[in-house]
């Protein structure tokens, strides 16, 4: 840095004020570890600014003392790229949540980088809307967050991820530099698409201060239906003698998620896959009893909403219908009430809370090819079998979009050798390592493996172009000695 940290501090200090410099270790601590508890460093202070203004002075401040930079927005990253690692300051965005007035004429919604997916939720519900992307995060989980990690989440195999939600973004550049209303967004036609470079950029690129979405009107009615799957002991590689542990449930929940989706079409607005395993933690760890008398070796949680003037209890008699040609489904339990439906979700987004409360764990999240996926479950058992018995594996996801969460317990918190085995199973398996929650640090090492060496000569470019002093991010999505 070419100025002392003092100095530095004193001037954030003149522009932010002394309560928006958290300078203190005790204040420092909560943006200094994520959310798993896997990713924790040091930052030189912590800066709150308010306002995209705030944001350029505080990053040419940065800039002139040559102090890095890590954003972060809800802190619930699960690749590590919102913390910092050595003493870089860290921005965060939360004092930016305004959340403007609907046009309700385009179905629009502005809000700050810094507004909470709930808060802006909310806001568009008061307003007869919907943001059409949802997360199990959402209470944190920022909009700058969010489009940094260009998200996905639960409605995505109706609605899409962040990118097809964003309208217009406002960002400051590493040398201060605002852009806003961003020309080239969807709805400009002029010059380079600057709003898709920042999407999926992972802060690596720039600040996002502020957001305009595209909403969908809200569904009058939704019901939603919990469903257990069963195939007994063959399931355990027992009857069929060639079947291995998983494979024949995941095949079964696959097929079942396919058929549901070609049934109930527009009106399915999530498929999520979990296994017993996920359902006894939730349970143990929440303290609610199961949902059905029996244990079963799967769930799919599916979401419909009604189309048109459709009431909820037709839309609950359409997913039984859709029900009568799933042999596998062994049992059902189907809510069209908000609390119910939200206890009913409860099983499945208690998951990533209920692993935490047992250990540290390492989070892969990869996208499997739906065919592949039994034959994946099945390696993937069995690699923790006899690779690392002490190991549990704990897989759920969004199966309708082929996205799959692995959750590893019981792997010495800093080794990537594991994560480097069953990220080459889920290549083998035609997969990708990352499917929506980013490449952050946490798999910065596997681009060169992933993308070719033109494409990552171009990132590079892109990123050297834009960040030419590497301030912004450091070692998130391109290895730090990389740039
Ligand atoms: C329980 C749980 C469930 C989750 N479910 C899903 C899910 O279904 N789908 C999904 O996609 N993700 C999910 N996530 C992951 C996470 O919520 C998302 O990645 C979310 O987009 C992160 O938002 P955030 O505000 O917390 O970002 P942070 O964690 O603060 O940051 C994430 C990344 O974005 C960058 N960043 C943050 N704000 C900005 C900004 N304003 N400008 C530029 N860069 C910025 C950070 O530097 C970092 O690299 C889940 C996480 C948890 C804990």
């Not at 943006?31 to 709150?48: I, L, N, P, Q, S």
């Not at 400051?172 to 010059?191: W, Y």
């Not at 996920?278 to 303290?287: E, I, P, Q, S, Y």
């Not at 540290?360 to 996208?367: A, G, N, T």
């Amino acid at each position: 840095m070419k100025i002392g940290l003092f100095e530095l501090a004193d001037r954030l200090e003149g522009l932010l004020g002394v309560s928006h410099v958290l300078r203190d270790p005790e204040l420092r601590g909560p943006y200094e570890v994520d959310w798993t508890r896997r990713w924790r460093g040091k930052a030189a202070m912590v800066v709150r600014p308010a306002s995209a203004v705030e944001v350029a002075k505080a990053v040419l401040i940065c800039a002139d003392a040559g102090a890095r930079i890590v954003i972060q927005g809800g802190n619930t990253g699960l690749v590590g790229g919102g913390v910092p690692l050595d003493g870089e300051v860290v921005i965060s965005t939360t004092r930016m949540s305004w959340i403007g007035e609907i046009d309700v004429v385009s179905a629009q919604l502005s809000a700050g980088a810094g507004a909470t997916l709930a808060s802006v939720q909310q806001a568009a519900s008061s307003g007869g809307f919907e943001v059409a992307i949802d997360l199990g995060a959402r209470d944190s989980a920022t909009l700058g967050g969010m489009v940094a990690t260009n998200a996905s989440g639960l409605s995505a195999v109706r609605f899409g991820r962040m990118s097809s939600r964003v309208v217009a973004l406002e960002a400051v550049l590493a040398d201060g530099t605002m852009i806003s209303g961003t020309p080239g967004s969807r709805l400009g036609g002029h010059g380079y698409d600057l709003a898709s470079l920042l999407i999926g950029s992972e802060g690596t690129l720039g600040i996002v201060t502020g957001v305009t979405l595209q909403l969908e009107q809200a569904p009058k009615s939704q019901a939603t239906a919990l469903l257990a799957l069963d195939v007994g002991g063959r399931g355990a590689g027992g009857a069929r003698g060639v079947v291995r542990e998983g494979e024949l449930v995941t095949e079964s929940a696959v097929f079942t998620a396919g058929h549901l989706s070609s049934i109930l079409r527009s009106q399915l607005r999530a498929v999520e896959l979990f296994y017993r395993d996920g359902m006894d933690l939730v349970c143990d760890h929440a303290r609610i009893p199961p949902p059905f008398q029996a244990s079963h070796d799967a769930y799919l949680i599916i979401e419909c909403a009604g189309v048109g003037d459709e009431t909820a209890g037709e839309v609950a008699a359409d997913i039984a219908g859709a029900l009568l040609n799933c042999p596998l489904v062994v049992a059902d339990a189907v809510a069209t009430d908000a609390p119910t439906r939200a206890r009913l979700w409860r099983y499945r987004e208690g998951i990533p809370e209920a692993i935490a409360s047992i250990g540290i764990p390492h989070k892969l999240d990869v996208y499997v090819p739906r065919m592949q996926m039994p034959g994946f479950i099945a390696d993937l058992r069995s690699l923790a079998r006899s690779v690392a018995p002490g190991w549990e594996v704990v897989v759920f996801g969004h199966v309708g979009v082929g996205n799959l969460h692995v959750n590893l317990l019981g792997v010495d918190v800093q080794s990537t050798a594991v994560d480097d085995v069953i990220l080459e199973l889920v290549i083998a398996s035609g997969g990708s390592v990352s499917a929506e929650h980013g490449i952050g640090r946490a798999k910065a090492a596997w681009m060169p493996r992933v993308l070719s060496a033109d494409q990552l000569g171009v990132m590079r470019i892109l990123k050297r172009a834009m960040d030419p002093d590497a301030l912004l991010n450091p070692g998130v999505m391109l290895p730090a000695s990389d740039v």
